[in-house]
């Protein structure tokens, strides 16, 4: 599977706004409780991102969002009107961008416009994207680049569902 480096802005407006029925709800880890204590993350939040990760990828990651929360990283849930989990995605104000995962792939180029949209790098944005992706010619399309040649993921075991997944970075699906 050819993974792509894209890099730039997406030009405003370039990328579809969510459709009708798909609720965005950001979350911002705190730094720290009152207490001075690493905050826990709501079981409820685990549980939404675990479903669209079991649909998606295959397996649950609770380690890995962990980390991205404690990066800095903006979560962004997205849902459907009575509540359904749909997909997530990360952005940081640095300009780094994942994962980014969707349970209906249609889904990822207005998901897209709306985790882009939420904060402005001093840069470009750095997106991972793997060939099969909606993502990839609507991105191109909007006015970013293709950055040196792709990765290549490959494995004996079944994968993520490529075509509503983009990864955190070439070395962390």
């Not at 249609?106 to 998901?111: G, N, R």
């Not at 790098?121 to 992706?133: I, K, T």
């Amino acid at each position: 599977m050819p993974i792509y480096e894209l890099l730039g802005r997406p030009r405003e407006e370039a990328l579809p706004a969510l459709p009708d029925g798909v609720i965005a709800v950001p979350f911002l880890l705190p730094a720290t409780a009152a207490n001075g204590e690493a905050v826990a993350l709501p079981s409820d939040l685990l549980a939404e991102l675990e479903a669209v990760d079991r649909r998606v990828l295959g397996w649950r990651r609770r380690a890995d969002h962990r980390a991205w929360l404690d990066d800095g990283r903006l979560l962004v849930r997205y849902r459907a009107r009575d509540g359904a989990p749909i997909g997530y995605g990360y952005v940081h104000r640095s300009g780094r961008s994942g994962p980014i995962a969707v349970r209906h792939a249609e889904l990822l180029p207005a998901v897209l416009g709306d985790l882009l949209g939420r904060l402005q790098p001093p840069d470009a944005w750095r997106l991972y994207v793997p060939g099969p992706s909606a993502a990839l010619s609507a991105l191109i399309d909007a006015g970013m680049h293709i950055s040196g040649n792709p990765a290549i993921w490959s494995s004996s075991a079944d994968g993520p569902a490529w075509d509503g997944y983009l990864p955190a970075s070439f070395a962390r699906l």
